[in-house]
């Protein structure tokens, strides 16, 4: 088959149909959500107003939140000792709000140095208390995860904080920290896209832009005995204890709106576990395309790759930038790399289909073929 053809057919797509993105944040949504929330947005249930307009104190947005929660729950299997708290300012805020919760002020914890947010994370810790970093990627620009062994790390620190997968660089731990200590993760970019050990956590924090709604909510989750050690007095907006117990001021309604339709969504493809057999298939499709010739190089180490964020690039910076360009005429948007490394970055988050990555490829066949 002509590599070109599949090329044409997205070309003659109309300006107002959906193209594939592949943005890193915020990101593709998945289309049955986008539709049943067109058809919802201007009268929600009978209500006679949007989702937009009622109050956070309706019985019709308690049964939204309470319906995320639950789910959020059940997708990950975290029980009755687990709080979800949806709350804002991001990923960026917990940076800050973790240690000021969770740092004692005669302790220490460790941070894990993967890229850009984990040393943002360490800056903000040390502002507040003792924190070290533990490990750094920083001597190869970020594109490997060090090794974590029980010598590099305080068996005396309050917890261990890392970045799950790194979306600037394109690297993800495939499994937990060893590390007796509570994990504390930043688990932005690929949040519900996989299984983990809840048991090994004493908090998870994740911007929901990546994988499971729009920007506007940062989804904190937190277990009762980790939440029983914070400090004392703390700001009442900043205190986790404040949210755990109640809704104590108006939340961003219509994210957390969307987040509890991309949380349905995701239980009809079959929970965590299928949407994780899918991105791993999506991300080898990618990842072998990259390495069967030399005219594409992947960037970060071979067994560190993320499964979410796929970074590498062409034999200059020249043909990278014509990549991009020519990519996006053919319907494949955000492709530019992060303005700190530049090169071509595709993200396949969960609601990514793997159609998109086949038009990828495709359009890398046909760009290698002119250009290689």
Known sequence: MDVADPLTAL??????????????????LP?????????????????????????????????????????????????????????????????????????????????LLTGRWSENALEEAQLLGTARAATSSADKKHTYIPDVTADVLDPDAAYVHFTSNNTIYGTQYRTEPPTDAPLVADASSDFLSRPIDVDRYGLIYAGAQ?????AGVVIVLVNDRFLAQRNQ??????DYGTHARKRFNTPPVFAIYLVEKVMRWLEAQGG?????????????????????TDFYTGTTRIADRSLMNATFSTPSETLDA?????????????????????GIRASIYNACPPEAVEALVQFMDHFEAVKG
């Not at 990546?210 to 729009?214: E, I, L, T």
């Not at 007095?233 to 900043?238: D, E, H, V």
Request: glycine share 6%; net charge negative.
């Open 322 to 342: 014509q990549f991009c360009r020519e990519a996006e005429d053919a319907g494949l948007l955000a492709l530019k790399g992060h303005r700190s490394v530049g």
């Open 210 to 214: 990546k994988n499971v709604g729009p």
């Open 11 to 28: 070309r003659a797509r109309s300006a107002d149909q959906r193209l594939y993105n592949f943005c890193a944040g915020p990101a593709a």
């Open 31 to 111: 289309l049955p959500v986008l539709e049943e929330l067109q058809e919802e947005l201007p009268v929600y249930h009978r209500e006679g107003a949007s989702m937009l307009e009622i109050s956070h104190r309706s019985d019709a947005y308690d049964a939204v939140e309470e319906s995320a929660r639950h789910r959020i729950k059940r997708l990950l299997g975290l029980d009755d000792t687990w709080h979800v708290l949806f709350l804002q300012g991001g990923a960026s805020m917990q940076f800050h709000q973790v240690p000021l919760n969770m740092l004692p002020p005669d302790g220490s914890a460790d941070y």
């Open 272 to 292: 965590v576990e299928a949407v994780a057999r899918r991105n791993e298939q999506k991300a080898a499709r990618l990842y072998n395309r990259i390495d069967r």
């Open 233 to 238: 007095p703390l700001p009442t907006m900043l």
